[in-house]
């Protein structure tokens, strides 16, 4: 017995609509209409899919360029006051601001270079569709392309981890140094115990600062300057902060 053939729905577009399918047809140099239709539908799904994420994202650096130019307009306003008008600023604290301005820009570069990985692949997996000469083949190597790309975040995501372990890692060992007794008691742990005991004291160190993370940057992380008690008097007395030479500074 012969199958019945699957229905086909026919699809209606206004007069309007078929010239801008056939304009955009012909400006990528597609043999039919229908061929155009269906290319462009697997677009439309596919960027209704990926776009949500550009535009959280994107939002989500917003947000976060907003917080650094209000946290820096607050420093400002502390640092430049007819109060604050005789302070001189020593190395020190020039070394705090741009500290802070440096780890701000890391992190607005970071946001803005996987905002632009998006978009730069949502452009190469829609090229791949109208590029190719067939929607088979332009399908397969836009999940190609997908795949790249998602590879390449996960392995952003991993070094991401690491920096993360690295910083948990220091802040463990500057404030709970071992004593002799404890570092002998490591040396004759195996290597995988010796694994165990970091991951169990960075798991502690990452679970704290996400349940209260300005509790966890006041007891662990070094104040900036101008947040310490009395620094305002501080620099009235001593004046600024003389720049200490460190052997090998050239070369960094």
């Not at 976060?64 to 005789?86: G, K, P, V």
């Not at 020190?92 to 820009?105: G, K, M, R």
């Amino acid at each position: 017995m012969v199958e019945p053939r699957e229905k086909r729905i026919p699809i209606m577009f206004s007069e309007e609509e078929l010239a801008d399918i056939d304009e955009w047809r012909f400006s990528n140099r597609i043999a039919t209409r229908a061929d155009a239709v269906r290319r462009l539908c697997k677009i439309g799904i596919l960027v209704e899919n990926e776009f949500e994420q550009i535009v959280d994202s994107a939002s989500a650096g917003v947000e976060l360029l907003s917080d650094q130019a209000t946290e820096l307009n607050s420093i400002y306003r502390q640092m430049f006051t007819r109060e604050t008008a005789d302070l001189t600023y020593g190395a020190s604290e020039v070394s705090d601001i741009l500290s802070l301005a440096s780890q701000q820009a890391d992190l607005a570069q970071s946001g803005m270079t996987g905002l632009h990985t998006m978009i730069v692949t949502i452009y190469n997996v829609i090229a791949a569709i109208v590029d190719a000469r067939s929607i088979r083949s332009g399908i397969k190597e836009s999940e190609k392309r997908l795949a790249e790309a998602n590879a390449a975040a996960e392995r952003a995501d991993a070094k991401k981890a690491e920096r993360d372990e690295t910083r948990y890692l220091n802040i463990a060992m500057l404030t709970s140094p071992m004593s002799l007794d404890e570092h002998n008691k490591y040396l004759e742990m195996s290597d995988e115990e010796q694994d165990a005991f970091w991951v169990e004291k960075i798991g502690r160190l990452k679970a704290e600062e996400e349940a209260d993370p300005d509790a966890f940057r006041e007891r662990y992380i070094p104040k900036w300057f101008w947040e310490q008690s009395g620094w305002v008097t501080r620099l009235r007395q001593q004046g600024g902060t003389p720049l200490l030479y460190h052997p090998g500074d050239e070369t960094k």
